[in-house]
C-alpha cells in the first residue's frame, strides 16, 4: 500500500477519534528570498490588493490573516507612513489522486479494506469497507512580496505551501503566513520545511450565572523550521 494513503487514512481515523482536543502538526514547504539586513525604520507597510482581489468575498479574511502574521515579525500597517508595499497571494484548491489510490482498480473496479469497528461493552470485531474513491487532498499555497516603497525594489519574497486531507479556512491561511514570515527579515535563502505545532484549545470554565461566561483563548502555536 502507498505510503502517503497510509498516513492519509491513519490521519483521518485519529482525527475521528480525538475530536478537537488532539495536538496538530502542520508541514508546509516554505521558499524565501531576502536582501533585508534588518527590519525597515520605521517597520509599516502598505497593504496593496488587486483589482481581482477586491472582488473575493473571502478574501478578507485571507488579509487579516496575513496582516495578524505581518504584526507578529514586527510590522505594522500604516498606509500614509510606509516603508514597505506588500502584495499577497493565495491558492485554494482540492483534488482525489486516484493515481496513487490503493484500493482503486481500473479493471476489477473497487477493492476492499480491512478495519476495526466496536459497540457496547467490551470487544472487538472486525469487518470489510470498500473504498470508491481516495479522500479529498487540500492545496492551500500563500506568498508575499515586498518592495521597498522609495526605490520599488522587491526587497522580501517569500511563499508557503501544503496539501493535506485536513484544511479549516480561513484559519490554515493564517498558519501559512506564519510559516512563510518564518526568519523575517533574513530567513534562510530557497526551500525549507517549517512544522508548526497547533495546540488544543482549552474549553473556559463555567461562570457563575450572574457572570458572563469569559471567551476561549486562543490556542497558542509553535513553529520550527526543519
Not at 476492499?112 to 469497507?129: D, T
Not at 480561513?170 to 498558519?175: L, N, Q, T
Not at 457572570?211 to 476561549?216: G, I, L, R, V
Request: glycine share 8%; hydrophobic share 40%; with cysteine.
Amino acid at each position: 500500500m502507498n505510503k502517503r494513503w497510509i498516513y492519509a487514512i491513519a490521519l483521518t481515523a485519529t482525527a475521528l477519534l480525538a475530536g478537537c482536543s488532539t495536538v496538530r502538526e502542520v508541514n508546509s514547504t516554505v521558499q524565501s528570498y531576502s536582501s533585508l539586513g534588518a527590519i525597515p525604520a520605521p517597520p509599516t507597510y502598505r497593504l496593496e490588493t488587486l483589482p481581482s482581489q477586491q472582488g473575493q468575498l473571502s478574501f478578507p479574511a485571507i488579509e487579516a490573516q496575513a496582516q495578524q502574521a505581518l504584526a507578529r515579525v514586527g510590522l505594522t500597517r500604516d498606509d500614509a507612513r510606509a516603508s514597505l508595499v506588500v502584495q499577497i497571494s493565495a491558492v485554494a484548491r482540492y483534488a482525489r489522486d486516484y493515481a496513487s489510490w490503493p484500493y482503486y482498480d481500473p479493471y476489477w473496479g473497487p477493492r476492499w479494506g480491512w478495519g476495526m469497528s466496536y459497540g457496547r461493552g467490551w470487544g472487538w470485531g472486525f469487518g470489510g469497507g470498500m473504498f470508491n474513491e481516495p479522500p479529498l487532498e487540500y492545496y492551500r499555497a500563500v506568498s508575499l512580496v515586498m518592495r521597498d516603497i522609495k526605490t520599488q525594489q522587491i526587497v522580501y519574497e517569500t511563499s508557503a505551501q501544503r496539501q493535506d486531507v485536513w484544511t479549516d479556512d480561513p484559519a490554515i491561511f493564517g498558519i501559512l503566513f506564519d510559516a512563510a514570515l518564518t526568519g523575517f527579515p533574513r530567513p534562510p535563502q530557497g526551500s525549507r520545511n517549517v512544522r508548526t505545532v497547533i495546540q488544543p484549545v482549552q474549553a473556559a470554565a463555567p461562570a457563575a450565572a450572574a457572570t458572563p461566561a469569559p471567551a476561549p483563548a486562543a490556542a497558542p502555536a509553535g513553529t520550527s523550521v526543519r
